[in-house]
């Protein structure tokens, strides 16, 4: 099973932090891992995600779980488990008033051995978009 994850403090609202999050036209203009985001970021919705990373292709992910503000999962696969992508990005207020924002992706499934040699080392891309996220929402 193949990881990635990354965390970072914050010193902001979680609001602020969650309105950055779930604004799917703005995420080109913050976040430079992805070219755009198509779509309405809420629970039970499918978008699309357009990485720098893979510029020729949309990876479509469920928003399959959501709780403003705390947690959120875009989970996204093939059919009947093979193959799973489940990315949480979770926020946790710290007792200073800043938030602890963490982003984690599991890949999983029947198929997970022979597909992982094809998904490339992404710790760098998380490690850009939380820092990214820190910068927009300590900005707001």
């Given at each position: 099973m193949k990881t990635f994850a990354s965390?970072?403090?914050?010193?902001?609202?979680?609001?602020?932090?969650?309105?950055?999050?779930?604004?799917?036209?703005?995420?080109?203009?913050?976040?430079?891992?992805?070219?755009?985001?198509?779509?309405?970021?809420?629970?039970g919705q499918k978008i699309k995600v357009f990485a720098k990373i893979s510029p020729d292709r949309a990876f479509p992910v469920k928003v399959s779980e959501f709780k403003p503000s705390e947690k959120m999962v875009w989970s996204g696969g093939m059919p009947l488990g093979l193959f799973k992508g489940e990315r949480t990005f979770t926020l946790t207020p710290g007792a200073d008033g800043s938030v602890e924002f963490a982003m984690r992706e599991v890949f999983s499934g029947l198929m997970s051995p022979l597909i992982e040699r094809s998904i490339p080392d992404l710790q760098p891309e998380f490690d850009r978009f939380a820092d990214a996220l820190k910068r927009k929402a300590e900005a707001s």
């Open positions: 965390s970072i403090t914050i010193h902001a609202a979680p609001e602020t932090i969650w309105a950055i999050l779930t604004d799917a036209p703005a995420y080109p203009e913050w976040n430079p891992t992805v070219d755009k985001v198509e779509g309405t970021i809420e629970r």
